[in-house]
C-alpha cells in the first residue's frame, strides 16, 4: 500500500439532505499517495448537475455531498512518484478523477465511457478505487487528485474563464470533434445556455457555418454576438420547413424533456442530432423520421487528451465562456438565478470567498 502524508482538513460548501440546501462544513483530504496532486483550488465554475445532485433529482445521490467538477487551481504538493506537474502548476480538473485506465476505452483515450465496475470515478458523488471513500467536488479550499486526470491549464487562459471549460467546454467540444465538424459544416444548436453559448462559439472557431435554434426571439442579439450566422424561431413552422434537410448537425443542448422530432427533421441525409443537455425519457418518437438515414446519439464530456485538447484549443483562439463571478456563500442565490436562467452564461465561484470566511 503506498505511503501517505497526513490528512488535508479542507473547508467546503455541501448538502447533507435533498432540502438542507448548500452550507459550510468541514471535510478530510486523503493524504498524499505516490501519484496524487494536491491543488489549491481558486475557482470552481456551477454547472446544473451540481444543483439536481445536490437535491437528488435524479435519485442517486450519496450524502453528504460536496459539488463542483469544473475545478481550477495551484499545485500546492505532489507524490513522490509524480512526473506529470510540479508545484506552482496552474492546473484544472473536470467530472472525473479517476477510471481503470486499463480497459478498451481508457486505452483508447475514452475515460469517460471506462468499462469497468461503476465506470470512471466522479469528481463528486463517486467511490475512491482504492479505498471507497467518497468523492467530494470543488466547492471546497483543496482537492487531491491522481495525477493522470489533472490539466495543464495554458498559461493565456484566465482562470476564472477556464473553469466552466472543464464541463461546459468539453461537452460541447468532444461531439463537434467526434463528427468532424469543420470548414463548409452546417451547425445547428438547439438552445442557447451555458451549454448553447460554448457549442456556438467553438462550432464557429472550428469554422462551421452556425444556425441558433430557440423559441425566443430575444436570443437572436445575443446569438449572433456569440457567433452564428443565423437565427431560427422554432416557433415558426413555415421556417422550419424550408430549413429540412440543410443541417450536418443539430447539437441539442436543451435540458428539459422535449420533442427532439422537429429537430432531426432539419438534417440531412446521414446527418446527426446528438443529445447532451437532456437527461430524461425521451417522448414518444416516430421511427419514420429516421428512415433518412437520420442519426439520433447523445454524447458526454470527453477523455483526458480530448480535454486537454479543449482548453489548448480554446487558448489558441482566444475561445472563452461568458461568466458571471461570485462568492461561495452566495451559492443558494446562484442555484436560484441558474433554475430561471437568470445568467449569461455561467457562474464561477472565486474560491478567495471561502478561505476569507472566518
Known sequence: ?????????????????????????????????????????THCGICHSDLHSARNDWGFTTYPIVPGHEIVGTVSAIGENVTRHKVGDRVAIGCMVDSCLECAHCTADLEQYCLASGGNTGTYNGTDRRDGTPTFGGYSEQIVCREEFVLKVPANLPSAEAAPLLCAGITTYSPLRTWKIGPGSKVAIAGLGGLGHMGVKLAAA???????????????????????????????KAAMKAKRGTFDMVLNTIPVRHDVTPYLHLLKVDGVQVLVGMIDMLPELHTGVLLGRKVLTGSGIGGLAEMQEMLDFCADKGILPDIEVIAMQ??????DRMEASDIKYRFVIDMESLRAAE
Do not use: C
Open 1 to 41: 500500500m503506498a505511503t501517505q502524508t497526513n490528512e488535508y482538513p479542507t473547508r467546503a460548501y455541501g448538502a447533507t439532505s435533498p432540502d438542507s440546501g448548500v452550507g459550510p462544513m468541514q471535510i478530510t483530504r486523503r493524504g498524499l499517495r505516490h501519484d496524487d496532486v494536491l491543488i489549491d483550488i
Open 330 to 335: 452566495d451559492i443558494a442565490v446562484a442555484y
Open 206 to 236: 472550428m469554422g462551421a457555418e452556425v444556425t441558433v435554434l430557440s423559441r425566443s426571439e430575444s436570443k437572436r442579439p445575443d446569438a449572433e454576438k456569440l457567433g452564428a450566422q443565423h437565427f431560427l424561431n422554432t416557433t415558426d
